[in-house]
């Protein structure tokens, strides 16, 4: 397998073929999820970055997990069926925990430092906001969208176009959850931290950045490589 990626590659498509450059793209603040339908040269531009030094990054990333990303189960060529059960329980519990394990030090830290910080209340706010429209939407796909596209993969499904319907919705909350999570990165200057910043504010900011990678692969998962199957 030859490295083939060029400017003109979308970098959804990147993604896709190759997941690790999942982690190139969040260091170089690119949305691969709601936004990676354009080509990698305008992604570059738009977040000043040269793109030549994107390509490179992405090409040692190739060349390192080739042979393991071959054995990853759960893309391009995987079943329906298959990425809904990895999504489930590699995102859905994943994120369930960790919403729970983070909102006491997102309330500890907005008390303790927001008088001085005040953008921390502004981040407590947008977190709980994103942390309940994510609890419910995953819920929503557990027990209705998921059973009905098994059901569109199977042929037996009582009414198609009410599931279609469904799915695309679920794109519109995809789109505003990333929204709420570019606002989390905007009030906190992309997690910049202040010379006294303490430990449970480092925490703090560490594992909200990591929950917005998380978000982005599930979200990725769903509208680059599951949904498109049912909506083209």
Request: glycine residues 4%; aromatic residues 8%; hydrophobic residues 40%.
């Amino acid at each position: 397998m030859t490295f083939t990626i060029t400017a003109d590659s979308l970098v959804r498509d990147i993604v896709n073929e190759l997941p690790k450059a999942s982690d190139i793209f969040k260091k170089n603040r690119i949305d691969f999820c709601c936004g990676g339908n354009i080509p990698l040269s305008q992604a570059a531009e738009q977040n000043e970055l040269n793109l030549d030094n994107i390509i490179e990054e992405l090409k040692d990333v190739f060349e390192k997990y080739e042979n393991t990303e071959k054995n990853v189960d759960v893309w391009t060529d995987s079943d329906s069926h298959t990425i809904i059960n990895h999504v489930i329980n590699n995102y859905h519990r994943v994120s369930e925990e960790e919403l729970a394990m983070l909102s006491p030090y997102v309330t500890k830290v907005s008390r303790v430092h927001g008088g001085h910080h005040p953008e921390l209340i502004k981040m407590n706010e947008l977190f709980y906001e994103f942390k309940k429209e994510l609890l419910e939407h995953m819920a929503k796909e557990e027990e209705i969208v998921f059973p009905l596209i098994k059901q569109l993969t199977d042929g037996t499904a009582a009414n198609p176009e009410e599931a279609i319907k469904m799915i695309v919705e679920l794109e519109k909350e995809h789109d505003h959850a990333g929204e709420l999570l570019r606002q989390i990165r905007a009030v906190t200057s992309d997690f910049a931290l202040p010379a006294d910043a303490c430990g449970t504010y480092r925490l703090v900011y560490a594992r909200l950045e990591a929950l917005e990678g998380l978000t982005f692969m599930h979200v990725h998962l769903e509208n680059n490589i599951l949904f498109p199957r049912y909506l083209n």
